[in-house]
């Protein structure tokens, strides 16, 4: 039987479920009688995870004024939903920073991914794209489905690396020819097994061929072309060169301007934020 996505993500090598720091948030979300201090007290209980979460919010993310010193101040500034979208973020990096990967740099990974979802959030701002799910916690996910498949399938997930910078060709090509499948597809599965909204499921499933979506098109849209802004600022290459302005510019009716003036703040904010979340 052909290799499935899902078979990466289950089974007996099956991935922890997710904190339960952040399970027990999610959970407490549904009470209609829960009060701030409730979920203050469920974060509380894990002083690593309240530091990090301090640190986002003193951020250049969110660039309050004044400091926000407890979070029982920072449910009332940020708001419940922002909140547990940074538990998600701080819990999914915790959990794959202890995996063991010698094929790539984990500093270069969440760099990459979170400077991609530091980007779809501005432009989702710019543009008004009112989805209720933030496109920061999507980017910051979108590549997880590499990180299992370099645990899961090493020396296929080294062949392809070497495949793909001999032949200087994208990596989510070669995993189609050598698996059937690429890592958005995993990275889904993944998302999808964890019981996270279908939101991030469709998108992320689609990052790498958008004009496949039938849901969610223009967020997928989005993803994608954050994604490659973010390779493209790895490499010190033009911003330019990897825009297909008939496609992502026309379908987003986005402005150049207000991608460069996004573009800008996410430059600001990239160091602030990517050292609160790897923060010991």
Same mark, same amino acid.
Not at 68 to 74: E, G, K, L, N, P
């Given at each position: 039987m052909q290799l499935q996505p899902v078979d990466l993500v289950r089974g007996d090598v099956e991935l922890p479920t997710l904190s339960t720091i952040y399970l027990q948030f999610t959970q407490k979300l549904d009470e209609p009688s829960?009060?701030?201090?409730?979920?203050?007290?469920?974060?509380?209980?894990?002083?690593?995870?309240?530091?990090?979460?301090?640190?986002?919010?003193?951020?250049?993310?969110?660039?309050?004024?004044?400091?926000?010193?407890?979070?029982?101040?920072? *449910?009332?500034?940020? $708001? /419940?939903? &922002?909140?547990?979208?940074? +538990?998600?973020?701080?819990c999914v990096v915790d959990y794959f920073e202890g995996l063991p990967n010698k094929l790539i740099s984990m500093e270069d990974f969440w760099e990459h991914s979170i400077y991609t979802g530091l980007l779809a959030r501005e432009i989702q701002r710019s543009l008004a794209m009112n989805t209720g799910d933030s496109m920061f916690t999507v980017g910051l996910l979108h590549d997880l489905g590499s990180l299992v498949f370099y645990n899961r399938l090493p020396e296929i997930a080294k062949a392809v690396l070497e495949i793909s910078d001999r032949q200087e060709c994208p990596r989510f090509e070669v995993e189609r020819e050598e698996l059937g499948f690429?890592?958005?597809?995993?990275?889904?599965?993944? *998302?999808?097994?964890? $019981? /996270?909204? &279908?939101?991030?499921?469709? +998108?992320?499933?689609?990052?790498?061929?958008?004009?496949?979506?039938?849901?969610?098109?223009?967020?997928?849209?989005?993803?994608?072309?954050?994604?490659?802004?973010?390779?493209?600022?790895?490499?010190?290459?033009?911003?330019?060169s990897v825009i297909d302005l008939n496609r992502d510019f026309a379908a987003l009716n986005l402005k150049n301007e207000v991608l460069m003036a996004s573009k800008e703040r996410v430059d600001e904010q990239l160091q602030s934020v990517l050292a609160a979340i790897q923060a010991v």
């Open positions: 829960a009060k701030a201090e409730d979920f203050a007290e469920i974060i509380s209980s894990d002083p690593a995870l309240t530091t990090k979460l301090l640190k986002i919010v003193n951020s250049a993310y969110y660039s309050f004024s004044a400091t926000i010193t407890d979070v029982s101040h920072a *449910i009332t500034i940020v $708001g /419940l939903t &922002e909140l547990r979208e940074m +538990v998600l973020a701080i690429d890592h958005a597809a995993i990275g889904a599965a993944l *998302i999808e097994h964890w $019981g /996270l909204p &279908e939101f991030l499921v469709k +998108v992320i499933r689609y990052h790498h061929a958008p004009d496949k979506a039938d849901e969610y098109s223009r967020e997928t849209l989005l993803l994608n072309l954050s994604d490659k802004i973010s390779r493209a600022v790895e490499k010190g290459d033009p911003v330019n």
